[in-house]
């Protein structure tokens, strides 16, 4: 069945920089494209960036040059790295697979992990 | 950017009762609108896609409408384990917005 878990540090020092890594069953890196969430905590879901299926990426501009998705096929993990890491940073960082559907163009999340509680400490 | 205006920000109701949540996107999304459910520690369970396509496996109680900007989610005849967060996303473009979230709570 598909799954998806993130592993990754549960503290991160300010400033330095955080890595998380995504690895998935149930499916291929090369069939599915890979999304990256966070969500502060009580707060709400905000899209960070993916890893599509054909090996590119697509970051949300509000990490500028902060963030990046890279990935290994052959271990089905996608990687998640963000440098410069603020107090405002910590958050749960979930993956999430894009689903697919044969009926219009909507972009959704199918599946997702558990997620990671990364806390910023200073 | 796609903002995504969710309301309410909060809900209380009671076991069998109907409740309607709203979103507003800042222009047309063509109908790609996602809306998802979390329970606290949980990750978001996606329920609807393409704004009124029912995710499989998820109860016909859930239903989705709208057009355009504005979209809605309702939840027919309550039950005690549809309490929880709900939250919209704008399915048509990156970067992939979402509203602040409806918690519906349990009157």
């Known amino acids: 069945q598909v799954q998806l878990k993130e592993t990754g540090p549960d503290l991160v020092q300010l400033t330095q920089t955080l890595s998380i890594t995504c690895t998935v069953s149930?499916?291929?890196?090369?069939?599915?494209?890979v999304h990256w969430v966070r969500q502060p905590p009580g707060k709400g879901l905000e899209w960070m960036g993916a890893?599509?299926?054909?090996?590119?990426?697509d970051y949300n501009s509000a990490f500028k040059s902060r963030l990046s998705i890279s990935r290994d096929t052959s271990k089905s993990q996608v990687f998640l790295k963000m440098n410069s890491l603020q107090t405002d940073d910590t958050a749960k960082y979930f993956c999430?697979?894009?689903?697919?559907?044969?009926?219009?163009?909507?972009?959704?999340?199918?599946?997702w992990g558990q997620g990671v509680m990364v806390t910023v400490s200073s | 950017d796609i903002q995504m205006t969710q309301s309410p920000t909060s809900l209380a109701a009671s076991v069998g009762e109907s409740v309607t949540i709203t979103c507003l996107a800042s222009e047309d999304i063509y109908g790609s609108l996602v809306w998802y459910q979390q329970k606290p520690g949980k990750s978001p369970q996606l329920l609807i896609y393409?704004?009124?396509i029912l995710e499989d496996g998820i109860p016909s109680r859930f239903s989705g409408s709208g057009s355009d900007t504005q979209y809605s989610l309702k939840i027919n005849s309550l039950q005690p384990e549809d309490f929880a967060s709900y939250y919209c996303q704008n399915g048509l473009s990156t970067p992939y917005t979402f509203g602040a979230g409806t918690k519906l709570e349990l009157k």
């Open positions: 393409g704004a009124t």
């Open positions: 890893m599509w299926n054909g090996g590119g990426t």
């Open positions: 999430a697979r894009h689903g697919r559907h044969t009926m219009g163009i909507t972009s959704f999340f199918d599946y």
């Open positions: 149930g499916f291929s890196l090369t069939t599915y494209n």
